[in-house]
Each structure stands twice: as C-alpha cells, then as structure tokens.
C-alpha cells in the first residue's frame, strides 16, 4: 500500500538530515551562528518511526533582532526550525506562561550541533532563573483566565446546550488542569502525548482531577451528566487547592 505523508525512518538516518540541515544553515548564516541545536523526541533519543526534527538556530545579537521558523515537508519527513536571536531566546526561555511545563523542555537540554561559546549551559541557566513569584503569576492567569470560564461554560452549557460542546471541554478542563500541576511543581513534561499520564505521578494535586483526566485518556466522553459532574466536582477540588497553596482565584469586585 502507498502511503503519503511521513514514512518510517530510522533514528540515525534522521539525525543524518539534523547534520545536513545544520550543514545548510551554516551556508546561509555564516558567521552569524552562535549555536546549533535540536531539540523535542530527537533530543531525548525517544523519536519513533514518523517523528519530525525540530532545531534551533541562533544567532549571534545584532541591531536587529531575530525571531522566525523555517517549517516545511519534504515529502517523507518534516521539520522546523527556530531561528532566533540569542537574547531573544533567553528572554523566552526566563519567562513563565501557562504551558511552561509543556514548552520549555527544550531550553534545558538541547542536542548540540554546534556551540563553540557554551551558549546552550547559558540557555539552561536562563530556563532555571524564574522565581517561584513568576509560577505563581501562571497559576493564578490559569485559575481565573482559563479554568473559571470554563466552569462559566460548562454552566451554560448545562442549561442551554449544546451538549456536543462537553467533550472537548473537559479535555480542556484536564489539559488546564496538567498545567497547573506542572506549574505548582516546576515540573516539565516530556511531551504532549504524555501530559496527562505524567501529571497523574505527581503529588498534590487539586481533588477530581484524577477523573477528569481518567475520562479524557479512557474517551469515557458520551455521558454529558457524567462530564459535568466530574468538572463541578474538579473545579470545587481545585478552588480548594487553590485555597490551600495560597493561590489567588477571586479578588475584590474591581481590583483596579
């Protein structure tokens, strides 16, 4: 049977293509590059037969900063690249939003190509320097700007529809709900297929999640009733977790 879109490759035959684009941007940006590197499955050494490549490219500071991807199919494969400037890498790399624990794996510990100066210890260093005031910030943003209109949501939905809604909310509602564990943990997951999973090895975490999250992996998404009882239950869990760690869910009436 023909198949279209990506095929299986071997690891060493996609690390061959990591050097080869390496190899390119060497050609395009000269003695621009500070660093090389590659980053997600690659990186970890857990690709699997259909994995894309993923890299970063950055460049040395200019007047100018630099902050674009190449991304592209080249039939068999795919791959992006991240070329940036290497303040403007920092700078992500210190900051702490909302799917922190999802996204900045690849700032602490990237398979160097090329790093003549050191650059990707100064990108971990970066990726540690967030202070527990900066996870807080996150997960209070999480708790009011996602997981209360949620709730709002699924409330309207209860009394007016559509129902069909249901399902993908409580995917969100456990999504939400991984990040704010990972947060509360500083802790980074390996990758989105296993938020979910990883997020359940962890401790403290907010009363009903577990069945939130148990709903979502198993697909036990047909019942409206049972997912709007097992959001309820996991929103009243988490405002008295938020509650517990001090987190900040209501204000007063007009804060500013």
Request: glycine fraction near 8%; hydrophobic fraction near 40%.
């Amino acid at each position: 049977m023909n198949m279209s879109g990506p095929v299986k490759i071997s690891k060493s035959d996609r690390f061959q293509t990591c050097q080869e684009i390496a190899a390119r941007l060497h050609e395009v940006y000269q003695d621009k590059i500070l660093a090389i590197g590659v980053y997600g499955s690659v990186s970890r050494g857990t690709d699997g037969p259909f994995s894309d490549i993923e890299m970063f490219c950055v460049l040395e500071e200019s007047n100018e900063d630099v902050e674009f991807s190449y991304e592209w199919s080249a039939g068999p494969w795919k791959a992006e690249v991240n070329v940036l400037s290497a303040n403007v890498l920092l700078e992500t790399a210190a900051t702490v939003e909302d799917d922190w624990s999802l996204t900045h794996g690849p700032y602490f510990s990237p398979l160097s190509l090329f790093d003549p100066k050191g650059f990707f210890s100064t990108l971990k260093k970066a990726a540690e320097s967030p202070a527990r005031e900066d996870f807080t910030q996150a997960i209070n943003g999480i708790l009011v700007g996602e997981m209360y209109e949620f709730i709002g949501k699924l409330r309207n939905i209860s009394l007016n529809g559509p129902q069909t809604y249901l399902p993908y909310l409580a995917m969100q509602f456990a999504q939400y709900g991984a990040m704010l564990i990972g947060l509360h943990h500083r802790k980074l997951y390996s990758t989105g297929a296993m938020v979910l999973p990883e997020s359940l090895k962890l401790t403290n975490r907010p009363a009903g999640y577990d069945h939130v999250a148990g709903m979502v992996m198993s697909g036990d998404l047909a019942d409206p009733s049972k997912i709007v009882s097992a959001c309820e239950d996991f929103w009243n869990g988490l405002e008295a977790w938020a509650a517990e760690h001090h987190y900040v869910i209501h204000s007063e009436r007009i804060p500013f």
